[in-house]
């Protein structure tokens, strides 16, 4: 670890203190000659992936509504494609005369219809838990019978994409912990605010200084191990943002961002791909959707989750402008809910739900996977929509397509499925 | 079974009794060969000083200056074992506390106090203070909460966000100035092992009497009694939805009260919390359960909910209607805020875990799946692992976590016993445990302020802080409570933030504290950068090793060339403020120099002490 000296100080004044302190060290040396200039970056491809906490309603969000075996089992939840039954709440969004999109996801339509958005329905895990943190812990690993794997899905992504600069921005999380998918090896950062990730000092410029290449130090010198890496990352970064305007940022094209923590999230993930920092994959998440209680239908509890991340989304789209071709967003849950509604006006931990995936090289404007009939036989354990599609292979098919990486038995170490063709064939 | 009334007042004493019950039922000192109670450091390697600093680095949220001398006079056994008993009188911090009122109220007296969900705006209506139909048209929205306010300050009534103010204000209190400093630790654990959190609307007001009355007074008890009191507290019965879980019914039938069954009150079963309890609070994920024990257990805990409790909406209606109820029909249990409500019981025979509850069973049956959940092997294992990654590493030792489990078996769970165990097995001493914590943003400021021994008058913008490093208290959404490993705490975003808390606090630029770097060295200023990095870095780190430290550091901080520099910087700049030339401005600007290099001290000693709390060797325990 200790060699991985990886930028330059800017001040001599650093090498000096290592040098008083016992000669300096040769990868000192070496890391001197070693001068990389700090971006900008090439154009990279980036993925975007939203983590909804708390495990969404699959079925709610988009309604397999002509099948009447849901109409039976959730008769304070069902909802309708028929404007006149909707009893003056909005009815749901016909797709295909088969599913309808909750109405508060209207964003999402255009983008559906004009063949830039998928959805996945049925999609979840082959390990049956219905435990958030462990089907959390399993998804964001990516592999779900294998509690001991260190590393995420995500981080093995960064890791496996050919790209020949390296940047601190490569993966970029805007939570303020690192999320279980950014675990492991890749240096990975989490920031919730972009205009925070500076050292606040104060006095004149020299002691400035001082304190600032005296921290540097400290983190470079102490034991090898967690903080003396997440201590190179901090001041790379540091380094890097300091080049642009980031406090007064206008979102593009007069995207409006709800002002909510995933509008936040996703305005600063916008940022950061137009500064060109080198990013390539970003990760946001989104609570709430833990619905055992009063779930609501047109509006209510789901109804105001599907908004906020249907308009962050189509915000952050029309912000990106001629980005768009670079990125690829995709959604993710732990689980889906009961095809009953509980008893007190929600649905209780199930199996397969939903998500979404948008790009210009997605194959949109289809409702891929295999939702069959909701009768009792066809249900897991008699209760749950079945997992007829494996997270892995929708993952690892948009990872691969849009990062350019090819090795999955790292990225989903024991998977061997097939694709669903959820994206375009590579040019 | 009929109905158990317990008077408030006759609670609180049965409470005190079984605390004290469980006080001397265990007290360790009455065993025999506890004088023999022996930690084994020096077979460690460890110097009585190293040992202390440890000891204290885990079961305190931080020495205070001078603590390790004190604790290597008193005996590291003693001071432990005196922290076990947590009987020290606390008098300072009880007057520090008296200036939050809120912290005394029973929950009842705080759901009439602090109404949430805009009761004050229905209350005000129907005391004829505000017209329904300007509060529809919102027209005048600051005239609005003008009436609304004053309505409030005239019937006594206050804003939550006031209750919530003054709870993480005492909880920061007690950490930083607690003599009981063992329990105000575990109090930490057990809450983030139930955790529960603000975040959720339901729960958020109980909160505060949930660690006041559940989880600080049981942090060194019996297991089986903090997991019974958890359960039954509206605090868990409404964060995990126990509290409306019921037996299924028709949706077309009635209610209980003879009312049609409202929307909100449609009954039915809800696994929330029996699925939590055996993954997050007992068992453990892998602890042999299936679903169908979730589901099991979860009937076996229908009809246990929260007392109606406020003198609103039809609340006195609800309590006289279960007082009628169960005068006449058996069944029903009321102790405090818990009841158990038997017509909302799943009466059929369940089977948990291969247990059978018989059909026709009632409260009971819950008691009973505490006892089987608390004494089940792999809740020992599930909780001694969790004590053994607070106290000694976050992967620990197999042969530790096992000496552990065997304590916990044999003395019924009880907490103080599996510490003791801890704190004698050679793995707590070891290379693999010392300094190989990582303080959660939490313990970073806390220690901060014990560390230097730190004034706090508000400690909200402290608050801010900890949250800002990636520790919102009381509100970890999921109910697994936080992570309890370094690899969680630390990331590049945060740790910035550290660095920044460090120099924000140091510099005296966080409201609400006051920190007197002077008072520490007898009023005297360090004569240069390395002294003041020996003095505080002394108190501040005092297991790394400081001349390592200072060799790392002092050559950038003593450096002539730099302090050339600094001082050729600040004169040019007060020269040329003061336009050089003649020799009355040259005087003036003399003066200026010299208080401008007292204030340069001053800079450099916060930079100094601002940087060592920023530093790596802060961050560990």
């Known amino acids: ?427 | 079974m009929s109905i158990q009334f317990i008077r408030r007042g006759i609670l609180v004493i049965v409470i005190g009794c079984v605390v004290q019950t469980m006080l001397s039922s265990f007290w360790f000192t009455d065993r025999p060969g506890y004088k023999k109670l022996k930690f084994p450091y020096k077979a460690a390697g460890l110097s009585p000083e190293v040992a202390a600093a440890h000891l204290l680095s885990r079961f305190t949220f931080g020495a205070t200056p001078g603590q390790i001398d004190q604790v290597v006079q008193e005996g590291l056994e003693n001071w432990f074992l005196k922290q076990l008993e947590a009987k020290y009188p606390d008098d300072s911090l009880r007057m520090m506390l008296r200036q939050y009122d809120a912290l005394y109220l029973s929950n009842t007296q705080i759901v009439d106090m602090y109404p949430r969900g805009g009761r004050e705006v229905r209350m005000a209506i129907k005391d004829g203070v505000l017209n329904k139909d300007s509060v529809d048209k919102q027209t005048d929205k600051k005239a609005y909460k003008v009436i609304v306010d004053q309505y409030m300050k005239d019937r006594g009534l206050k804003p939550q966000q006031e209750l919530y103010k003054q709870f993480i204000s005492q909880k920061i209190l007690r950490a930083a100035y607690s003599e009981n400093q063992l329990q105000e630790v575990m109090t930490s654990f057990w809450f983030n092992h139930f955790n529960v959190a603000m975040v959720k609307n339901d729960c958020a007001e109980f909160i505060p009497n949930y660690e006041r009355d559940i989880i600080r007074p049981r942090s060194l008890a019996k297991f089986e009694d903090l997991l019974v009191s958890t359960a039954k507290s509206p605090a868990m019965l409404y964060y995990l939805d126990n509290f409306s879980s019921a037996v299924a019914t028709d949706t077309t039938k009635k209610d209980w009260k003879g009312n049609p069954q409202k929307q909100k009150q449609l009954q039915g079963l809800n696994e929330n919390y029996a699925r939590e309890v055996m993954e997050l609070h007992t068992l453990g994920v892998d602890g042999g359960y299936s679903q169908a024990d979730v589901t099991e257990a979860a009937k076996v805990l229908t009809g246990w909910t929260v007392y109606p409790m406020g003198d609103f909406d039809n609340m006195d209606n609800a309590r006289q209607k279960i007082s009628a109820d169960s005068s006449k029909n058996p069944g029903w249990v009321h102790e405090g805020d818990f009841l158990f409500n038997p017509r909302r019981h799943d009466m059929t025979q369940k089977v948990v875990l291969g247990h059978i509850f018989y059909a026709g069973g009632g409260y009971e049956e819950g008691l009973e799946l505490f006892h089987i959940l608390s004494h089940h092997p792999s809740t020992a294992r599930f909780i001694c692992r969790e004590i053994a990654i607070r106290f000694a590493n976050d992967t620990p030792a197999t042969s530790l976590v096992e000496k552990m489990t065997k304590t916990f078996v044999q003395s019924d769970g009880d907490i103080r016993a599996v510490l003791i165990t801890l704190v004698s097995s050679p793995e707590f001493w070891s290379p693999q445990a010392i300094q190989e914590k990582i303080k959660s943003p939490f313990e970073l400021a806390i220690s901060s302020v014990r560390s230097l021994n730190v004034h706090i008058d508000d400690p909200n913008a402290l608050n801010n802080w900890i949250g800002r490093m990636g520790e919102k208290i009381y509100n970890y959404q999921a109910p697994t409570g936080f992570p309890d490993k370094g690899l969680y705490w630390i990331n590049t975003g945060s740790l910035l933030n550290r660095m920044n808390f460090g120099l924000a606090f140091a510099g005296g630029r966080i409201q609400g504290i006051t920190v007197d770097l002077l008072s520490l060295n007898n009023r005297h200023e360090p004569e240069s950068a390395a002294a003041a990095l020996e003095i505080y870095g002394r108190l501040l780190i005092p297991l790394s090793d400081a001349l390592q430290m200072q060799k790392r550091l002092s050559p950038l901080l003593n450096d002539p060339a730099l302090a050339q520099k600094v001082s050729a910087a600040a004169s040019s700049k007060i020269i040329s403020e003061n336009g050089a030339g003649n020799s009355d401005s040259l005087r003036q600007a003399s003066i200026a120099m010299t208080q401008q290099r007292t204030k340069q001290n001053n800079t450099m000693l916060a930079q100094v002490v601002g940087i060592l709390i920023g530093s790596p060797e802060f961050q560990r325990r």
């Open chain 1, 1 to 427: 670890m200790a060699t991985r000296r990886g930028f330059i100080k800017g001040s001599g004044l650093a090498l000096i203190g290592v040098g008083l302190a016992g000669g300096i060290p040769a990868f000192a040396m070496k890391a001197a000659l070693w001068k990389k200039k700090i971006g900008p970056y090439k154009k990279t491809q980036t993925l975007v992936c939203i983590f909804q906490r708390g495990a969404m309603d699959g079925l709610m969000a988009v309604t397999p509504f002509t099948d009447n075996n849901l109409m039976v089992a959730r008769p304070n939840l069902f909802m309708t494609a028929a404007a006149g039954l909707a009893g003056g709440n909005a009815p749901l969004i016909d797709l295909d005369g088969r599913f309808g999109l909750h109405p508060m996801f209207k964003g999402f339509e255009p983008l559906f219809r004009d063949g830039r958005l998928a959805i996945v329905h049925g999609i979840g895990s082959p390990n049956n838990t219905r435990s958030h943190f462990d089907a959390q812990d399993y998804m964001e690993s990516g592999t779900p019978f294998n509690k001991g794997t260190s590393s995420g899905w995500l981080n093995r992504a960064a890791g496996l994409i050919p790209s020949e600069q390296k940047t601190p921005f490569q993966a970029v999380s805007l939570t303020s912990a690192l999320p279980r998918s950014f675990y492991g090896d890749t240096p990975c950062i989490a920031i919730s605010n972009l205009q925070d990730f500076a050292l606040q000092l104060r006095g004149n410029p020299m002691s400035i200084k001082s304190a600032s290449t005296s921290f540097e130090d400290l983190y470079d010198q102490t034991t090898p191990g967690l903080l003396q890496q997440a201590g190179k990352e901090s001041f790379d970064a540091i380094k890097l943002l300091k080049q642009s305007d980031i406090k007064n940022y206008q979102p593009a094209n007069q995207a409006v961002y709800p002002s909510t923590a995933l509008g936040n999230a996703l305005k600063q993930i916008a940022q950061l791909i137009k500064m060109d920092v080198g990013l390539e994959v970003a990760f946001a998440e989104h609570g709430g959707w833990d619905t055992h209680f009063n779930q609501g239908t047109a509006t209510g509890i789901f109804a105001n989750n599907a908004a906020d991340l249907s308009n962050s989304i189509t915000a952050f789209w029309t912000d990106l402008g001629s980005y768009q071709d670079e990125v690829v967003v995709m959604t993710m849950t732990e689980f889906g809910r009961t095809v009953h509604q509980n008893g007190t006006g929600g649905t209780d931990h199930g199996r397969a739900s939903c998500n979404f995936i948008l790009g210009n090289k997605v194959r949109g404007g289809k409702v891929h996977g295999n939702v069959l009939a909701l009768a009792v036989e066809n249900l897991e354990e008699g209760r749950d929509l079945a997992v007829t599609t494996d997270f892995r292979s929708v993952f690892s098919e948009v990872a691969d397509n849009h990062l350019g990486i090819n090795d999955d038995h790292v990225l989903f170490p024991d998977w061997a499925g097939s694709r669903i063709g959820v994206m375009k064939k590579p040019d």
